[in-house]
């Protein structure tokens, strides 16, 4: 079974920087790449940035050119390099395939706060 398991979450000023990075194992088939996607309470999970095997990444137009997606093939891992964070960018951010697989890992929390 295929498992995800986040990291690099935390508490960060308005305009400060992340780097989130996400662990694969096991292995999927039938998709287009990886993404990065977060949740706020009472609303619904979206999709914030996706990336093919070859690199090719799309973004949300809320993090597009502040957020950059990231994949290495070689460890079965993607990043999320967050900068000018806001404080609408709090959530609990999750990485999956793309679309993504029926299990979710645990997340990393990003709380954007002065």
């Known amino acids: 079974q295929v498992q995800f398991v986040e990291s690099g979450g935390g508490l960060v000023y308005p305009g400060g920087s992340l780097r989130l990075s996400c662990a694969r194992s096991?292995?999927?088939?039938?998709?287009?790449?990886m993404a990065w996607y977060r949740q706020v309470p009472g609303k619904q999970r979206e999709s914030v940035a996706t990336?093919?095997?070859?690199?090719?990444?799309v973004y949300a137009e809320s993090v597009r050119g502040r957020f950059t997606i990231s994949i290495d093939n070689s460890n079965n891992s993607v990043y999320l390099q967050m900068n000018s964070l806001e404080p609408e960018d709090t959530a609990v951010y999750y990485c999956?395939?793309?679309?993504?697989?029926?299990?979710w890992g645990y997340g990393t929390q990003v709380t954007v706060s002065s």
């Open positions: 999956n395939s793309n679309p993504p697989q029926s299990y």
């Open positions: 096991g292995s999927i088939s039938g998709t287009y790449g």
């Open positions: 990336i093919t095997e070859r690199g090719r990444a």
